[in-house]
């Protein structure tokens, strides 16, 4: 469907920044704007599993490696 625009090394830390930030959502037993802030994570770690990033497609930056 999208292009992928995102490298391995892009991806791997935007999932386990996303899944962190989720994680400690979860763990967190707080209140307010900034307990649900955390939920945030949910965009790093979907566009680190689906490999695009809506914001690299607007301004046309790629991470991928170059096809030789």
Known sequence: MFK???GSVDRIL???VGAALL???LLDQGTGFWHFAKLIGLVPLLTGVFG???AYT???VSTC????
Request: hydrophobic fraction near 45%.
């Open 65 to 68: 490696e170059m096809k030789r």
């Open 52 to 54: 695009t990033c809506p």
């Open 58 to 60: 607007l301004l046309g």
């Open 14 to 16: 935007r999932v386990v």
């Open 23 to 25: 994680l400690w959502f």
């Open 4 to 6: 992928t625009n995102v």
